[in-house]
């Protein structure tokens, strides 16, 4: 078993930045990819950006090239999503896994007004 725990959400006004944190615990020997996904009110979760725990590969959702960073810190078990530019069209619950959604978070709130 893996814990996931998000945390960094919030209101933040068009154009500005927030940074999310998904610290993992457990059996995070086992974790070869991490990754953070979304769900907008009404709308189906969808991929934003998975990397491996390496940290030789990143991936991203076009939507969010280029504004979106994935990173992860090993020594600390924490995986990070900075997020720039942020419109109103990037609100949702975000929510970080690994290994391909094994294992999910409670979810974090972003909220960007316009």
């Known amino acids: 078993q893996v814990q996931l725990v998000e945390s960094g959400g919030g209101l933040v006004q068009a154009g500005g930045s927030l940074r999310l944190s998904c610290a993992a615990s457990g059996r995070t020997y086992s974790i070869y990819d991490m990754g953070w996904s979304r769900q907008a009110p009404g709308k189906e979760r969808e991929f934003v950006a998975a990397?491996?725990?390496?940290?030789?590969?990143?991936r991203y959702v076009d939507s969010v090239k280029g504004r979106f960073t994935i990173s992860r810190d090993t020594a600390k078990n924490t995986m990070y999503l900075q997020m720039n530019s942020l419109k109103p069209e990037d609100t949702a619950i975000y929510y970080c896994?690994?290994?391909?959604?094994?294992?999910w978070g409670q979810g974090t709130q972003v909220t960007v007004s316009s």
């Open positions: 990397i491996t725990w390496r940290g030789d590969n990143t």
């Open positions: 896994n690994v290994n391909n959604g094994l294992f």
